[in-house]
């Protein structure tokens, strides 16, 4: 049985299809993003406790300093009304002196009433919310002196300017993150295009074979997820070429069986015919012997494709064939049989030679003159003609008969078919043995229009000799 090979872009559209490729593109990246986002989240806590504690170490240095600074305020003039100060940076750190509860000294920034109190009588942190905004404040106490006044240094820095820093960070961290991200997915993209070569290989080597071509898929060299695909492929490839088989060894045996009692009963038929003379009997006689021609021409069709199926291109033993003495035999064959029926035989040779198995070249011409022979009406015309056209070498052979509408062209080659109509007897797999002839030298063969656009026309096109 011959099956038709399924053309990928047939394939391809029978639903929408997804790329493997994209797909390890997208969860790789999408899990990188998000392991990404997990650990930048992780690190800004940490950074930001980190960070906290650095800045309370500042505070808390920076009001040690302050206090160690202020030994005798009545010498620096602490007792007076406030003046405004500026301990500022990159930290924006505020401080305050207090005493007995009011602000003697402080920065610019920092508010004109003490940022915090009864906080107790030790040192300490506290979070106070001053104006609507958070502050956090280290708190150092002197020991009473001796005129009782109680004296402390405060030292604060908004909550808002610690996160600013965090943000600061956040933006000079962006792009080059961003950038590593598209590295990612590039190198993602490249690593997996490499890894995903072998399966492309082996969709390669399957998408090369031959409706013929029934050998198994290497696994050498698969990758273990792709091996069972393979494996099972293998299986169906093998059951297929051993259905196949049986198929073939079955039709060459029924046609070899049948050929020995075919010419049997074409021996008895024309001892018949000599045992039984009379007129009347001269017809039926005749219609047995064209039945039996005709039934042992299937059964030698059947036998020559049963040999033409299991071949490959690569056995055809190919040479140089001389074309004229070819088509000098062929209508030194079919002379005898045109002139009976007033048909003209033409031959326009332009070829010296074409590159093929000559006995299968002779077979596929002799096949497409006697199909024009057997379907032209008598006093038509056939030609055959040999040039060279578009760069290679071309063997058409046309007639000017009743033609074959443009449906049934496209189905000439198939077995068994037949155009209804044509009040011929025939097998219908002349032209399917063309056809696989020429498919095993990888002629182009076509249907057209015949001589003066009517007619039939088929057109050998071989390959460009390199």
């Known amino acids: 049985m011959k099956t038709a090979p399924v053309k990928p872009e047939a394939m391809t559209t ?19 993003i998000a392991l990404w986002l997990a650990s930048l989240g992780i690190a800004t806590v940490i950074a930001w406790q980190e960070t906290g504690e650095v800045f309370d170490d500042a505070l808390q240095e920076a009001g040690y300093m302050i206090m160690t600074a202020t030994t005798d305020w009545q010498e620096r003039g602490l007792a007076s009304p406030a003046r405004p100060g500026r301990l500022e940076g990159k930290a924006d750190m505020q401080y305050q002196v207090v005493v007995d509860g009011r602000v003697l000294q402080r920065t610019a920034g920092a508010p004109s009433r003490p940022f915090t109190v009864g906080v107790g009588d030790r040192h300490g942190f506290a979070d106070p919310e001053i104006d609507g905004q958070r502050w956090r404040v280290f708190v150092v106490r002197d020991r009473d002196h001796d005129d009782g006044r109680r004296v402390e240094v405060q030292v604060g820095q908004r909550a808002a300017d610690r996160y600013e820093i965090l943000e600061e960070l956040a933006e000079h961290l962006w792009p080059p993150v961003l950038g590593m991200l598209a590295l990612l997915a590039l190198v993602c993209w490249l690593l997996i295009g490499r890894v995903l070569k072998p399966l492309r290989r082996t969709a390669a080597t399957i998408a090369a074979k031959t409706p013929d071509d029934l ?185 000017d008969g009743t033609g074959v509408d443009e449906a049934s062209r496209r189905r000439l080659s198939e077995r068994f078919f037949r155009v209804l109509g044509q009040g011929q007897a025939g097998s219908g797999l002349g032209l399917s043995i063309v056809k696989r002839i020429a498919d095993l030298h990888r002629i182009a063969l076509s249907f057209g229009s015949g001589l003066d656009g009517r007619g039939l026309g088929v057109v050998l096109d071989f390959p460009a000799v390199p």
């Open 14 to 32: 029978a639903g929408a299809h997804w790329s493997l490729r994209r797909r390890l593109l997208l969860a790789i990246v999408s899990a990188s």
């Open 215 to 399: 050998t198994l898929v290497p696994a050498a060299g698969q990758p273990r997820e792709v091996l069972p695909i393979v494996q099972a492929l293998n299986g169906v490839l093998g059951r297929l070429d051993a259905a196949l088989q049986a198929e073939r060894r079955f039709t060459a045996d029924a046609a070899h069986e049948l050929r020995t009692p075919l010419a049997g009963l074409h021996m008895h038929v024309q001892l018949l015919q000599r045992q039984h003379p009379q007129p009347e009997m001269a017809a039926p006689f005749q219609k047995l012997r064209q039945d039996i021609a005709r039934i042992t021409a299937l059964v030698d069709s059947l036998l020559l494709l049963a040999r033409l199926d299991p071949l490959a291109p690569s056995q055809l033993v190919r040479q140089p064939v001389p074309l004229a003495p070819l088509l000098e035999r062929l209508v030194a064959a079919h002379v005898q049989e045109a002139a009976r029926r007033n048909i003209r035989l033409q031959v326009r040779c332009a070829l010296d030679m074409v590159q093929a198995d000559p006995v299968m070249l002779e077979i596929v011409l002799r096949n497409l003159v006697d199909n024009a022979l057997r379907y032209c009406p008598d006093g038509s015309r056939i030609e055959i003609e040999a040039l060279h056209a578009d760069g290679h070498a071309r063997i058409a052979v046309r007639d």
